[in-house]
């Protein structure tokens, strides 16, 4: 689908609409491809399970970092305690 | 591929040598001391990540300049076992009520200074609900009337 085709069903602007489908490209939920002087997009199919492995990598570094802390802090509290 | 995503989930488990009350109490009034720096959404990045401790409660960023960025709310409160929030965040990383998963996170005490931490993040299919409306949009010229109005509805979500 172009981007001039999918501009013409919409009451907002064709660099609106490019504007919204540069933000999911980015996100990788849509691909496009040029084709002449047009871009042409469709959706990555592959878009939720790049998101989800966005989110393990996340939760994985956040717990990381939290079991750091939750440990260091509660053996300093317990020295002080001693 | 509503079928394919309806069970995507991320799932951890750790244990941290400490006990729960502690674990609890780190993971919750001390979020902003643990979250990474990288993981935000707002303009600054210099931010504090706060999670308010009741239910209903905000779970936010406010950048060094007072700017707040909504990242979920609490949807259940058991201290020291049990949390619940929701993950309002969407595909391009802005405040998104519509495309809201959940992440329980639940604190296991093992022993007196042993305690499992289980995290889900679950319902990532909401955002394959998107994903497959976009599909619909895409893909299908002849539905183009019938898509229309849920098209308006993510462009509009979306700006």
Redesign the interface.
């Known amino acids: 689908?172009a981007v001039g085709e999918l501009a013409d069903?919409?009451?907002?602007s064709r660099p609106?609409?490019s504007q919204?489908l540069r933000?999911?490209s980015?996100?990788r939920?849509?691909l496009h491809k040029r084709e002449g002087t047009h871009n042409v997009?469709?959706?990555n199919?592959e878009?939720?399970?790049i998101?989800?492995e966005y989110?393990?990598t996340?939760?994985?570094?956040?717990?990381h970092?939290?079991?750091?802390?939750?440990?260091s802090?509660?053996h300093r509290?317990r020295k002080e305690k001693s | 591929m509503t079928t394919e995503v309806q069970d995507i989930l991320v799932r951890k488990s750790l244990v941290v040598n400490a006990p729960v009350a502690h674990v609890f109490a780190v993971f919750t009034e001390h979020h902003n001391a643990w979250w990474p720096r990288e993981h935000h959404i707002g303009k600054r990045n210099d931010f504090a990540a706060i999670l308010e401790p009741k239910i209903g409660g905000r779970w936010f960023e406010r950048g060094d300049d007072g700017s707040e960025c909504t990242w979920g709310h609490v949807l259940a409160w058991e201290p020291p076992n049990r949390i619940v929030l929701s993950w309002e965040i969407n595909a391009d990383w802005k405040h998104d009520p519509s495309v809201a998963s959940e992440v329980e996170i639940r604190f296991i005490s093992d022993s007196k200074e042993r305690t499992r931490v289980e995290l889900e993040h679950r319902r990532l299919d909401r955002y394959g609900d998107k994903a497959e409306m976009m599909r619909a949009i895409f893909d299908s010229e002849g539905a183009w009337a019938g898509t229309l109005a849920a098209l308006a509805k993510v462009v509009h979500e979306m700006s």
């Open positions: 689908m069903y919409f009451p907002i609106a609409v919204h933000v999911l980015d996100a939920l849509v997009y469709r959706l199919p878009g939720i399970a998101l989800r989110l393990d996340m939760w994985s570094r956040a717990l970092d939290f079991k750091a802390l939750a440990e802090s509660y509290a």
